[in-house]
T-cell receptor, first 113, second 116 residues
Framework: DAGITQSPRYKITETGRQVTLMCHQTWSHSYMFWYRQDLGHGLRLIYYSAAADITDKGEVPDGYVVSRSKTENFPLTLESATRSQTSVYFC????????????FGQGTRLTVV | AQKVTQAQTEISVVEKEDVTLDCVYETRDTTYYLFWYKQPPSGELVFLIRRNSFDEQNEISGRYSWNFQKSTSSFNFTITASQVVDSAVYFCALTLLLNAGNMLTFGGGTRLMVKP
């Protein structure tokens, strides 16, 4: 009954490798989001999804791919990791349209070397 | 597009001092929500408050208080008698109720250090 689970919590990968960050929710919330947190920028939206099989770009989508085949999962893939993608990644959910409260995962700290 | 600005990147105070974290926002919409989140050293985001654009009443919760002023597009956060446990990064955020996805737009954050 964890709500939102992100895995892994920490990841070190090499430049050019593909890496997938996982996000799983137990609530069946419609909306799911991926943010990245960087010093001085706060959190910026990468991608979001309104429902299964519906995804859309956020503010900083380049270099990332998402999918949502099931309501509860929203994986984020870095197809060819770059050092600029070193960041802390947060997954979030929201119940549905008109709902304002967002629930955040614990974050994944990704380092690209 | 909406924007949230937290001009103070870092604030350092001594325990028991009062401290105010500033937040200025920009949006053309009349219906929106403002938030404050706390991110302690452990890294998770902790929800503190949500305020809608039609409610300009200030709110107090223990040592925390929030001052929402639409005239200046500000939503400032004051901690009274600060404590070491208040040391964290604080984020102000904005969401438009009717935008696609209702995603949050965050400010850059203010790192508060409370020294004993």
């Amino acid at each position: 009954d964890a709500g939102i689970t992100q895995s892994p919590r920490y990841k070190i990968t090499e430049t050019g490798r593909q890496v997938t960050l996982m996000c799983h929710q137990t609530w069946s919330h419609s909306y799911m989001f991926w943010y990245r947190q960087d010093l001085g920028h706060g959190l910026r939206l990468i991608y979001y999804s309104a429902a299964a099989d519906i995804t859309d770009k956020g503010e900083v989508p380049d270099g990332y791919v998402v999918s949502r085949s099931k309501t509860e999962n929203f994986p984020l893939t870095l197809e060819s990791a770059t050092r600029s993608q070193t960041s802390v990644y947060f997954c979030a959910t929201r119940l549905g349209t008109g709902s304002t409260e967002a629930f955040f995962g614990q974050g994944t700290r990704l380092t690209v070397v | 597009a909406q924007k949230v600005t937290q001009a103070q990147t870092e604030i350092s105070v001594v325990e028991k001092e009062d401290v105010t974290l500033d937040c200025v926002y920009e949006t053309r919409d009349t219906t929106y929500y403002l938030f404050w989140y706390k991110q302690p050293p452990s890294g998770e985001l902790v929800f503190l408050i949500r305020r809608n654009s039609f409610d300009e009443q200030n709110e107090i919760s223990g040592r925390y208080s929030w001052n929402f002023q639409k005239s200046t597009s500000s939503f400032n956060f004051t901690i009274t008698a600060s404590q070491v446990v208040d040391s964290a990064v604080y984020f102000c955020a904005l969401t438009l109720l009717l935008n696609a996805g209702n995603m949050l737009t965050f400010g850059g954050g203010t790192r508060l250090m409370v020294k004993p």
